[in-house]
C-alpha cells in the first residue's frame, strides 16, 4: 500500500516561505518521479513542480519558476517543496503524487500520469 502524506503548510503573508514536505512508503521511493500540484477552490488542479527518480532534473510551472524549489531526499524517501517569495495567488491545497511507471519521467506537469496521491496540505497566503 503506498502512502504519502504531505505536511508543512499554513498561514502566512505575501512574500514569506513555506516548506512542504512528503513521505512516502509502500514502494522503492528512488525510482519514480515525484510532483507537487496545487488546487484552489472553483479551479482544476494544477501543476507546480516535479523532480525525476535521481533529483537529477527538475520541471517548473512558469508561475512558480525562480520563486520554488522542490527537491527529494531518497534516503528518506521524501520530497520537498521550498516555496519562497509567497504570493495571494499561491494559496491552494498542495498535494505530492508519484507516478505509475518507474524511471519515467515524460508528461511530468499531466496528473493522468501519477497515480497515488497524498491528502493535501492547506497553503494561504495573505495579502
Known amino acids: 500500500q503506498v502512502q504519502l502524506v504531505e505536511s508543512g503548510g499554513g498561514l502566512v503573508q505575501a512574500g514569506g516561505s513555506l516548506r512542504l514536505s512528503c513521505a512516502a512508503s509502500?514502494?522503492?521511493?528512488?525510482?519514480?518521479?515525484m510532483g507537487w500540484f496545487r488546487q484552489a477552490p472553483g479551479k482544476e488542479r494544477e501543476f507546480v513542480a516535479a523532480?525525476?527518480?535521481?533529483?537529477?532534473?527538475?520541471y517548473y510551472a512558469d508561475s512558480v519558476k525562480g520563486r520554488f524549489t522542490i527537491s527529494r531526499d531518497n534516503a528518506k524517501n521524501t520530497v520537498y517543496l521550498q516555496m519562497n517569495n509567497l504570493k495571494p495567488e499561491d494559496t491552494a491545497v498542495y498535494y505530492c503524487a508519484t507516478v505509475r511507471r518507474p524511471y519515467y519521467s515524460d508528461d511530468y506537469n499531466k496528473p493522468a500520469e501519477y497515480i497515488y496521491w497524498g491528502q493535501g496540505t492547506q497553503v494561504t497566503v495573505s495579502s
Open positions: 509502500g514502494r522503492t521511493f528512488s525510482m519514480y518521479n
Open positions: 523532480i525525476s527518480w535521481s533529483g537529477g532534473s527538475t
